[in-house]
């Protein structure tokens, strides 16, 4: 009798124990070990079925004719930008977001788009009836494009239509968490249905080239509903993002086996549908308020685009014994670096304010060269004086206070000056590479102090003066004296 080897696999991590327990220690899920294995994959492959001879293939070597991974675009600008210039034939993409986000949206419009181009594309709702679907084009007015319709959700019967006829171009499956496939025991929706059933999607995807895009469901902390190993088997996983209340939505990269990673999309969700917004800066300043302290314009670069965006901050007296420091939008820890250097080498005392940052419009910064401007907007809501509105701000804060040089500075000030800025406040040792000819004035600062001097000298402290030590703390003088 043969040993059976018994694994119990975490259907959300991959973590494998060599017995059953409720909760997966690396992953922390509850209920997600699943026996795989020796005895499993017996079952699955049925009793007393000898094992396959393997069959014998032709291995080529690494030199050799390449083709560029053939594209097909989809006719929406701004998808085609964070895909690399369209969906590669044959791949698989994932798509998360929050519900109500607008991905069904977001799909329904590309499939129409390359619908209209002359090719296969087809939308597979898993979710919506096809009439709840058809009402959905209606409004964003895509009625008569020529997208192939259906409310499916057993994989093999999509698998079969579709290989009917010229393989689609496009494949639609919304959403992998409604599919199920006959090969897999499990009840729809459980992770281990998931996992077949992209898999079952993949193979189909490999075999007849047609670009297969899944959408996924995110949780509460936001990742990707389902096994993780479902982003480990697609090729690309886009995520689409956006505050409920407003209407931006950004589309980023997560992984994309076939282009880059650090391009975003920008769409407004509009009554009829998505609209592309080519030119994010404008959206991201269009409703400043001017004039007011503690907001700065950080002139950012996402993939190859510069953006300009608003960075608000808000510094008060707390009245808790622990001051929150709460971020919206960058990296909490870039936060506590920016107000540590403030605090060491300008001599900012925070510890009895709260801290607030926001990145306007929903946007999420991954540069520290928004260190500048973060740190400009925070001393401004300190001492409650407003930075000149016609500025924009870009550099990064060593921990010694220096402020150190950022990329593709020319390229940040064109925008700036692009949309009517006048001035820029940027590392000393950009200079040389801003040139002259860039339209603004440029501003250098080398170090934090200096400019934390200079917002300073024209504030006066926010609100009640007459207690708290920690206000004296926040006043001009203080900043003077530590500068002489
Ligand atoms: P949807 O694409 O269904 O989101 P998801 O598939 O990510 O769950 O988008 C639903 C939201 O979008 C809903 O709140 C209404 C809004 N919406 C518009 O504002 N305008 C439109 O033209 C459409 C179709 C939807
Ligand atoms: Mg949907």
Redesign the pocket.
């Known amino acids: 009798m043969s040993r059976r080897a018994l694994t119990f696999v975490c259907q959300n991590c991959g973590a494998a124990y060599g017995r059953w327990q409720g909760k997966c220690e690396a992953c922390g899920e509850w209920n997600t070990l699943v026996e795989e294995g020796d005895s499993a994959a017996a079952r699955i492959a049925g009793p007393g079925r000898p094992p396959r001879k393997g069959r014998k293939f032709a291995l080529e070597p690494l030199t050799g004719q390449t083709h560029d991974a053939p594209r097909q675009p989809s006719g929406v600008a701004e998808l085609d930008r964070v895909t690399g210039g369209g969906f590669v034939r044959g791949s698989v993409l994932l798509l998360g ?10 799909l329904l419009q590309a499939a129409a788009a390359l619908g209209r181009t002359g090719h296969r594309s087809a939308y597979i709702s898993g979710e919506e009836a096809v009439a709840q679907v058809r009402l ?1 084009a209606e ?2 007015g895509l009625r008569d494009a020529p997208v192939e319709l259906a409310a499916e959700t057993s994989v093999e019967d999509i698998i079969a239509t579709l290989a009917e006829g010229p393989t689609p171009r496009l494949i639609i499956i ?1 959403s992998i968490q409604t599919m199920w496939t006959d090969a897999i025991e499990a009840a729809p929706g459980t992770v281990t249905q998931v996992r077949g059933s992209a898999q079952a999607l993949i193979r189909f995807a490999k075999r007849s080239g047609a670009a297969v895009i899944l ?1 996924g469901h995110v949780t509460k902390d936001g990742q990707i509903a389902g096994p993780r190993v479902v982003e480990h088997m697609v090729d690309a996983v886009l995520s ?1 993002e956006g505050e409920g209340s407003q209407h931006f939505r950004i589309l980023r990269s997560m992984k994309n086996r076939f282009g880059p990673t650090d391009e975003i999309g920008v769409f407004e ?5 998505l609209r592309e917004v080519s030119n994010p800066s404008e959206l991201f300043l269009s409703e400043r308020d001017l004039g007011s302290p503690g907001t700065a314009v950080f002139a950012g670069i996402e993939g190859t685009r510069p953006v300009l965006v608003e960075l608000q901050a808000l510094v008060a007296p707390t009245s808790l014994g622990t001051p929150r420091r709460a971020v919206v939008g960058w990296d909490p820890s870039r936060l506590s670096m920016v107000l540590a250097v403030l605090e060491a080498h300008c001599g900012v005392k925070l510890s009895g304010h709260d801290v607030y940052l926001n990145v306007a419009g929903g946007l999420r910064i991954q540069e520290p060269a928004a260190d500048l401007a973060a740190a400009a907007a925070l001393v401004s809501s300190l001492v409650n004086a407003p930075l000149p509105a016609d500025a924009v701000y870009f550099g990064e804060i060593s921990l010694s206070g220096a402020i150190r040089p950022v990329a593709q500075t020319s390229a940040r000030l064109k925008e700036a000056a692009k949309l009517g800025f006048g001035r820029a406040v940027l590392p000393e040792s950009a200079r040389g590479e801003a040139g002259s000819d860039s339209g603004l004035s440029l501003n250098p600062v080398g170090g934090l102090t200096s400019l934390v001097a200079e917002i300073a000298a024209r504030g006066t402290p926010r609100g009640n003066r007459d207690n708290s030590a920690a206000e004296k703390n926040a006043t001009p003088a203080r900043f003077r004296r530590q500068e002489g």
């Open positions: 977001g929050d519900p109500g986000i607008g991905k069904s949206t977001l959905r409004r964003l919304d959408v689409f969700m509009t009554g009829l549908g």
